[in-house]
């Protein structure tokens, strides 16, 4: 598709879109009960959009806010269609979504489709008999003869995949807790059902998904045993990866095809839109993205998180994407959420600035994590006080989820503005200096950065349309490339080094108009041969 028919094809709401995470339980309570709630979310929609002062962002994703008995803090839903009431009611919901409105902020709500609670009544009526209405509504299989697992399946969390139910006298299959049960997408019920969570939502005023674990969502038909992982080290691996997961995840044809059903749904007339989870390479992902006629489904691109921050890494890597998916479909990198350490743990804080220059100057949808535009850090959590299930199923091999779910720091106060009470989980402690108070105030800050970018995004159509183009930068710690559309045309340089390095692009005067380095004069002609970047700099500069 040429540039021109891209523009005249009806605008998609996400396409410009900047995307900010809230993750509920920690963004600011209103209850006093130190956990976050959905009123504390409405709190503080100006921080957001709609102010001088507001970040700028254009929807949230919200992590699950159904009712749930919370084994994996709410992707175990007990019902789809309520508001869980420890986060507010379908009142305060819809006052969510007005109020977002005003604030031009749109809503996208989190879909755990592949799994449900235990405690969820269609299981509950699942598990109580085979010849229950809902008796296939999930993954059901008899044991082995010796009465042992069907096959050799392990769940993502550790432990087999498999739990026996004594009252059917059957073993049901979940990829994650066993409070997680797997539902059998291969039974037309369960896919009418699944359809209808996502209209109901829509009809309430959602405007996008972020679709959970898809990759999960079909198996085997025949249940094979998994291949054994020659590479595997039981001594230092996670016992996940043992196995080579050919059977239980990423059945591809089957998930295409619900993905195309699904954009059939959201793109009707609905300008609805879904982000699947997907950890993926590059060509699967571009079969994904294929199979959304109506472009309303694209997968995360989350392969950037397990990259080392180094020039040639990452630059194979985003070219080699975008040529891929070319300018017919619209990508997505993804630089923190709430699966993983934050970018201040695992690339250092000097880096924040300069991986917020990459992420807002790329092609696609940036999905900022909350705290991201701080460079606020995790907190070290005590054994004892580990909330996060996956830990404490596999303990000590670094995954600790915890720490990247810290409560959001407003002020340096006490509980940093975020409760008046002990928090649920503990605050960083960098709170005191890393708070949204205080860089708010200080111009020079990883805050008003995000917000410079997010407005230099949003007026520029080479950022939001426009093609990206690699380019040599000289120096082989600064990534540099172009965005370009007809008559606009914007290029960046990023020093990822600590050092001073110097470019040499042979690119007459340009006009700087963002610079992470305070003493650098903006608006101004400058030489790109032989620019000195100071250690870690990121620059937008204008081309004439
Ligand atoms: C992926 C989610 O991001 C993660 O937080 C959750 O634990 C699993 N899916 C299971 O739903």
């Not at 026996?164 to 299959?173: A, H, I, N, S």
């Not at 810290?406 to 006490?414: F, K």
């Not at 509980?415 to 200080?442: H, I, M, T």
């Not at 426009?466 to 020093?495: A, F, H, M």
Request: with cysteine; glycine share 6%.
């Amino acid at each position: 598709m040429s540039e021109r028919e891209h523009e005249s094809a009806p605008p998609k709401w996400w396409h410009p879109a900047v995307v900010y995470q809230i993750y509920p339980l920690s963004f600011k309570d209103t209850k006093g009960n130190g956990r976050g709630d959905l009123k504390g979310i409405i709190d503080k929609l100006d921080y957001l959009n709609g102010t001088d002062r507001s970040l700028g962002v254009d929807a949230i994703w919200l992590n699950p806010i159904y009712p749930s008995p919370k084994k994996d803090h709410g992707y175990d839903v007990a019902d789809y269609y309520a508001i869980d009431p420890e986060l507010g009611d379908m009142e305060t919901f819809d006052l969510l979504i007005q109020e977002a409105n005003a604030r031009n902020i749109k809503i996208i709500m989190d879909y755990v489709l592949n799994h449900t609670s235990s405690e969820h009544p269609w299981f509950q009526e699942s598990r109580s008999s085979k010849n229950s209405p809902r008796s296939d509504w999930y993954i059901w299989l008899d044991p082995k003869p010796d009465g042992s697992a069907p096959n050799n399946w392990v769940s993502v969390f550790g432990g087999p995949a498999w739990t026996f139910d004594e009252t059917r006298g059957q073993y049901y299959m979940h990829s994650f807790l066993s409070d997680q049960p797997d539902l059998n997408w291969r039974n037309p019920e369960v896919v009418e059902e699944m359809k209808n969570v996502l209209r109901f939502w829509m009809d309430r005023g959602v405007s996008g998904f972020r679709a959970d674990a898809i990759e999960h969502l079909f198996k085997d038909s025949e249940f094979r045993d998994e291949p054994v992982n020659p590479h595997h080290d039981p001594n230092i691996g996670n016992p996940y990866n043992a196995l080579i997961h050919t059977y239980s995840r990423n059945q591809r044809s089957e998930i295409l095809r619900i993905i195309n059903e699904i954009d059939e749904i959201l793109s009707d007339g609905n300008q609805g839109f879904m982000i699947s989870e997907t950890w993926l390479c590059a060509e699967d992902l571009l079969e994904y993205h294929k199979a959304s006629k109506g472009k309303a489904c694209l997968p995360s691109n989350l392969n950037i998180l397990g990259m080392p921050w180094q020039v040639d890494v990452i630059k194979n890597y985003i070219d080699r994407y975008d040529s891929i998916l070319g300018n017919d479909h619209c990508p997505n990198y993804v630089f923190s959420n709430h699966d993983v350490s934050r970018i201040v743990d695992r690339l250092g804080k000097s880096k924040a600035k300069a991986v917020a220059t990459l992420q807002l100057t790329l092609r696609g949808i940036p999905f900022i994590y909350y705290g991201a535009e701080l460079g606020m850090g995790g907190a070290q959590i005590p054994p004892e006080e580990v909330q996060d299930p996956w830990e404490k199923q596999v303990p000590g091999l670094g995954i600790n989820r915890d720490s990247a779910r810290t409560p959001m720091q407003w002020d340096d106060g006490p509980y940093a503005g975020f409760s008046d009470v002990e928090p649920w989980l503990p605050l960083c402690d960098d709170y005191r200096e890393v708070n949204v108070k205080k860089q708010l105030e200080d111009p020079d800050s990883v805050l008003n950065l995000y917000r410079s970018l997010i407005a230099i995004r949003r007026s520029s159509r080479a950022l939001i349309k426009g093609r990206y183009q690699p380019l040599e930068s000289g120096n082989e710690n600064v990534l540099s490339y172009i965005r370009e559309i007809e008559d606009e045309k914007l290029l960046v340089t990023i020093n990822f080094s600590d050092n001073e390095a110097e470019v040499h692009i042979d690119i007459p005067g340009s006009e700087i108009i963002l610079s992470t380095n305070k003493n650098r004069k903006l608006d101004k002609l400058t030489a790109l041969d032989g620019l000195v970047l100071e250690g870690n700099e990121g620059c937008i500069f204008k081309l004439q």
